[in-house]
């Protein structure tokens, strides 16, 4: 069975610098999506980035970045340039890339602070 | 407007009663998910539906149960088997093997 796990349950940042969050897995499948979502206080789960493991290229989305290590099956987010708004919980997610078994495994979660 | 619908948005249930949670979606989405969200646990899928009339378990199903007479519906039913059942509820629905989008949630409270 896959497992995900973040291995920091809080992190804390000063406003416009960068921080990072790390994330691992473990799987014996190939092919597969990784997801960092964000749960600001209103609990809506928002799709930061997604990132499918057969691609060799970081997935990036404005300030926010992976640096995914496949072997090492490893998976962390960099958000640059940290605002307020940035501030919730984030979760590492992994989906197996067969679309008859299509739902998320996610990590514990980490709850992102930032200080202005 | 499109999307999901999570009601109600709070919930109060007494211990021993069963009560449904509903969740309904018009994004024409063949599959329905169930998850659970307890602090510091992140969330675990409850139950999945990939098509209309068929579901199946997730991690922690005991004490739950669901149906899917449509395929825009997919309410999840919290019974008094439910030993510990305060939590955040998100339901989602993906097309098979598309990403998945979350309802806005529901919050049960036993009293």
């Known amino acids: 069975a896959q497992t995900v796990t973040q291995s920091q349950p809080e992190m804390s940042v000063q406003e416009a610098e960068t921080v990072t969050l790390s994330c691992t897995y473990d799987?014996?499948?190939?092919?597969?999506?990784l997801f960092w979502y964000k749960q600001p206080p209103s609990r809506q789960m928002i799709l930061v980035i997604r990132?499918?493991?057969?691609?060799?290229q970081n997935a990036t989305e404005n300030r926010f970045s992976v640096n995914f290590q496949k072997a090492a099956k490893s998976f962390s987010l960099k958000i640059s340039d940290s605002q307020l708004g940035d501030a919730a919980m984030y979760f590492c997610?992994?989906?197996?890339?067969?679309?008859?078994?299509?739902?998320?495994?996610f990590g514990k979660g980490t709850k992102l602070s930032v200080k202005p | 407007d499109g999307g999901i619908t999570q009601s109600p948005k709070y919930l109060f249930r007494k211990e021993g009663q069963n009560v449904t949670l509903s969740c309904e979606q018009n994004?024409?989405?063949?599959?329905m998910y169930w998850y659970r969200q307890d602090p510091g646990q992140g969330l675990r899928l409850i139950y999945y539906?990939?098509?209309?009339?068929?579901?199946q378990k997730g991690d922690i199903a005991e004490g739950y149960s669901v149906s899917r007479e449509k395929k825009e519906s997919f309410p999840l039913t919290v019974t008094s088997a439910q030993k510990n059942p305060t939590a955040f509820y998100l339901c989602?629905?993906?097309?098979?093997?598309?990403?998945?989008?979350f309802g806005q949630g529901t919050r049960l409270t036993v009293v």
């Open positions: 989602a629905t993906s097309p098979v093997g598309g990403l998945e989008f």
């Open positions: 799987t014996s499948e190939s092919d597969y999506y």
């Open positions: 990132q499918e493991a057969y691609k060799q």
């Open positions: 997610a992994y989906r197996s890339y067969f679309g008859s078994q299509g739902n998320l495994i």
């Open positions: 994004l024409n989405h063949d599959a």
């Open positions: 539906s990939q098509i209309v009339n068929d579901f």
